[in-house]
């Protein structure tokens, strides 16, 4: 039988290490404003990157604007339109390390 001596230390750092690599390590606000529209917001918090789904269950086309602040990073924005029916996303990634994403949807219909 053959074994390898550092074996049992990897793989504890390997078991120390995982839950960060995969779990969430901030907290997640979402200031809506709709308008009066039928817009359904999912946020996806994974390690590095917040996803936001937008799903318009009204029966015109939206376009919403984001804005995500996420200190010390800098702000971002972004925009999604949002046809009826339709699901799309928007993807902020992590440059810094961050705590806590506060995430402003303003949703309008869209002009035709």
Known sequence: ?????????ALALAVLFAPAAFGQTY?????????????KIET???TGMLVVKLTNDT???VRCKLRFDASPQTPYRSTV???PGE????VFRA????FAVG??????????
Do not use: Y
């Open 1 to 9: 039988m053959i074994t390898v001596g550092f074996a049992p230390a």
């Open 27 to 39: 907290t997640v606000e979402v200031h809506p404003t709709l308008n009066d529209l039928d817009i």
């Open 44 to 46: 996806v918090e994974a």
């Open 59 to 61: 029966e015109r086309k």
């Open 81 to 83: 339109n949002v046809d």
């Open 87 to 90: 699901t799309e996303q928007s």
């Open 95 to 98: 440059q810094r390390k961050w």
């Open 103 to 112: 995430v402003e949807v303003e949703c309008e219909a869209a002009q035709p």
